[in-house]
């Protein structure tokens, strides 16, 4: 249940012409404790419940454990977590052998467009796209968690 990712800016739209899927996203977290994160998440007409451990060192790699919840008890759920509700909008974009996850995020975070990739390995290569941008992981200003507390739009320098 480790999860292993690489997070990145996104420097244009061009990955929404490559993009197979979209899916509207809203979530909400019960729990953003710095060893954990408790979130609930309708992901179009599913809803899912996750936990999150703490990441390593690197940023690369945490625990992560994930359920699918009906949509009525992720809908009750997100009027119980703590402000703010994130709202996005992913793409999935296959590049190579791999699906890099595109969140074009609105309302407080709107402007923010961050994309992830899941590796097998923290070493695993992976194709670049030309719409990579600067690679931010570990850096957890850009953790959904707490972009849902310290909006991209409160940020002082973007």
Not at 64 to 75: G, L, M, S, T, V
Not at 98 to 120: R, S
């Amino acid at each position: 249940m480790e999860e292993i990712e690489r997070k990145f800016l996104v420097k244009s739209d061009a990955f929404k012409a490559e993009a197979f899927k979209q899916t509207r996203i809203c979530q909400g977290f019960l729990n953003t404790h710095k060893s954990r994160t408790v979130r609930v998440r309708l992901k179009g007409e599913f809803g899912f419940i996750t936990v999150k451990g703490i990441s390593s060192d690197d940023g690369l790699s945490r625990f992560e454990w994930e359920k699918e919840i009906p949509k009525q008890e992720a809908e009750a759920l997100l009027k119980l977590c703590e402000p703010s509700i994130i709202d996005k909008l992913r793409y999935e974009v296959k590049v190579g052998n791999h699906v890099f996850e595109i969140d074009q995020f609105f309302g407080d975070n709107d402007g923010l467009v961050v994309a992830e990739i899941e590796l097998g390995s923290k070493n695993e290569k992976f194709i670049k796209p030309k719409w990579l941008g600067k690679e931010v992981t570990g850096d957890i200003k850009y953790y959904n968690a707490v972009l849902s507390k310290q909006p991209f739009s409160t940020w002082a320098f973007k």
